[in-house]
């Protein structure tokens, strides 16, 4: 589990480079995230989920639709079940993410739509039951620091991109999250007022 874990990291530390690198950030803007510099490294939870088969999966509830509170999630799934499923459009139509041997999913999560003020959007997905299969999976949770509050790097922000969110740590967030559920990211959203003062310091 510790080496799954040490591998997991690295991999999302990567991941996480080339998604900033991909918005034109270089590593000053994004010093938090590197742990071997950083005196209080990012923080990670891996959870483990089992879902039993049922003849009918209309009536069972498998994980109800949600987005992680992560930055990334690393999600291994069993290879003989089906049950991901991932929504575009809030919620209506719903499409599997079937495993595929070998690979992982990566979820991107709230915080990274915080930190790069909605240029990766969060993903809502859920995930079903079986009708015949026992299935597995083993997600690894990304986040930051503790103490760090997530807030975008100037670059990511101008008249055209408005701050989105008031910044928060990773527990602040999840505070609203167990508080607000799938409305928390709604709840931290910037009010007009607040952006204004934002501005006025930039
Ligand atoms: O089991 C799955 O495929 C999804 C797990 C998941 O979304 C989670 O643990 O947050
Ligand atoms: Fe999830």
Redesign the pocket.
């Known amino acids: 589990m510790e080496e799954y874990q040490a591998q997991m990291k690295a991999l999302s530390e990567k991941l996480l480079g080339i998604m900033f690198k991909s918005l034109g950030l270089a590593q000053d803007d994004i010093k938090w995230l590197h742990s071997k510099t950083n005196h209080h490294p990012p923080q990670a939870v891996l959870?483990l989920?089992s879902y039993p088969a049922c003849p009918d999966p209309a009536h069972a509830m498998g994980?109800a639709p949600h987005t992680?509170s992560s930055l990334i999630?690393l999600?291994h799934?069993s290879s003989n079940a089906t049950?991901?499923q991932i929504s575009g459009d809030g919620g209506n139509l719903w499409i599997p993410v079937n495993p595929i041997p070998g690979a992982l999913t990566v979820n991107v999560g709230d915080l990274m739509h915080i930190a790069t003020n909605g240029r990766f959007k969060t993903a809502l997905?859920r995930?079903v039951v079986n009708r015949t299969r026992h299935r597995v999976?083993m997600?690894y949770f990304y986040g930051t620091p503790q103490e760090v509050k997530i807030s975008p790097p100037m670059k990511l922000v101008d008249v055209d991109h408005p701050l989105l969110y008031q910044p928060v740590t990773w527990k602040e967030y999840l505070d609203a999250k167990g508080k607000y559920f799938n409305r928390a990211l709604e709840f931290i959203k910037c009010e007009a007022l607040f952006i204004a003062d934002r501005c006025r310091q930039l």
């Open positions: 959870q989920n994980l992680d999630t999600l799934q049950g991901l997905h995930a999976s997600a």
